[in-house]
């Protein structure tokens, strides 16, 4: 009986058909609680429902039933991998290790060492493991795709060419080799090119994000404009947690000092200025780029398709606030009211914390804690202006202080929020 609820549910779950799937497997399992291969394929159909809870709970008692049997581990593996949306997880990292100890010729174990490794951006490590996956199986698409996607974080951009040139030869109705193929052409500034590959994953796969992705940003980088953030945030993705942190306070430590250099000298400053300005203008830009752009994209044939219902909200929350921001200005310079200049300011530089929080494909629980930190800031910003409305000099001083801090802080905050351990 539990066979044929069993051949049911693998064939539902094919057919990405998880709910359905889901009912068979527990039906079977009310039968026999102890069948093996029934709760396996359970936390399969449940992890990719987002039952992040219950997929662990059903890979930790798959394990007490069979833990010698590493099918169980890599199942247990790809719950905790794919609970942080294929993020970074340690534990995932160690349940796969258990899978290869026990069986290391199995090259889906060796690729999914590789994935989880590449979403701890451990380039070379990632890179290994494709190569060992693909010694198992030289046709494997998955591993030629991870080879292919570690090779460009090493800036092997060549080679990571012939190898999805491979894959696609391999398999050409493969969404993920195309769209691989696409971001490798943006790295080498052909977005033409990239553009008609992501064309190709989105005709075989309309749903395909990484995909959806880089159409935008191959529709972007055509723009003069955009192109320099565009290859800032390829450059930045490329490295390690520990370097983008230094990236960051290294930069801010270096403005801090130029700042200092030109209050202390100021025959100085007409050199210091343009070091100021162009930091300035960076951490506003890289911050408001994204969903500004979205909000030119939506004007562009192809790309506002590519767009996801929270990415045009975004953009147009970011466009209100630059908006609202011009027209403050405006009035101000038309009647000299003078708190307006301030709502002014504030409507235009809440654009950078707003920017980070909304630079994202959907709403999760990142986006969740960036916009609470934003509203925070920005009531903080609110009390300041208000202070001024009181004639409050001292409080005043305090808030507008913590405004600034804060604004000057928010990469760090976004960055810690980004890249926390879950």
Not at 143 to 163: F, G, M
Not at 314 to 341: D, Q, R
């Amino acid at each position: 009986m539990n066979n044929a609820y069993f051949q049911r549910a693998r064939v539902l779950y094919e057919q990405r058909r998880f709910n359905d799937a889901e009912k068979e497997l527990k039906s079977a399992l009310a039968n026999d609680p102890g069948d093996v291969e029934c709760n396996n394929l359970l936390v399969f159909v449940l992890a990719d429902q987002g039952k992040n809870k219950d997929a662990l709970e059903a890979a930790d008692r798959t394990i007490a039933m069979a833990p010698d049997w590493s099918f169980a581990w890599y199942t247990m593996a790809y719950a905790q991998w794919i609970q942080h949306a294929k993020g970074s997880s340690d534990k995932a990292l160690e349940a796969v290790g258990n899978a290869i100890r026990m069986e290391p010729d199995h090259t889906d174990y060796q690729y999914l060492s590789g994935e989880i490794h590449f979403s701890k951006s451990n380039w070379d490590a990632a890179l290994a493991a494709a190569e060992e996956a693909l010694a198992l199986d030289a046709e494997h698409v998955g591993a030629l795709n991870l080879r292919a996607k570690s090779l460009v974080k090493l800036n092997r951009t060549a080679d990571a060419n012939d190898t999805l040139d491979f894959a696609i030869h391999q398999n050409p109705e493969n969404p993920h080799s195309h769209a691989n193929k696409g971001w490798a052409l943006i790295e080498r500034d052909q977005y033409d090119e990239a553009l008609t590959h992501f064309k190709e994953a989105l005709r075989i796969d309309p749903n395909n994000r990484w995909a959806k992705e880089g159409l935008k940003n191959a529709i972007k980088g055509k723009n003069l404009l955009y192109r320099g953030i565009l290859k800032y945030f390829l450059w930045i993705s490329k490295q390690s947690e520990k370097n983008q942190w230094l990236f960051i306070v290294g930069a801010y430590i270096l403005y801090r000092f130029v700042l200092y250099l030109s209050e202390a000298n100021p025959a100085l400053a007409p050199l210091t200025y343009p070091i100021i300005g162009a930091y300035i203008i960076f951490a506003f830009s890289s911050w408001i780029a994204v969903p500004l752009s979205n909000l030119f994209l939506k004007l562009h044939p192809l790309g506002k398709y590519a767009l996801s219902t929270f990415e045009n909200r975004a953009s147009n929350v970011v466009g209100g606030f630059i908006l609202g921001g011009i027209l403050l200005g405006i009035s101000y310079f038309a009647t000299g009211i003078i708190p307006l200049f301030y709502l002014a300011l504030w409507s235009l530089v809440m654009c950078i914390p707003l920017g980070g929080s909304l630079s994202q494909f959907e709403y999760n629980k990142n986006t969740r804690d960036l916009l609470i930190a934003t509203t925070v800031i920005g009531l903080v910003g609110l009390m300041a202006i208000g202070s001024i409305l009181l004639n409050n000099e001292g409080a005043f001083n305090l808030t507008a202080s913590i405004f600034g801090l804060s604004i000057l802080g928010f990469s760090f905050i976004a960055n810690y929020i980004i890249n926390r351990r879950n």
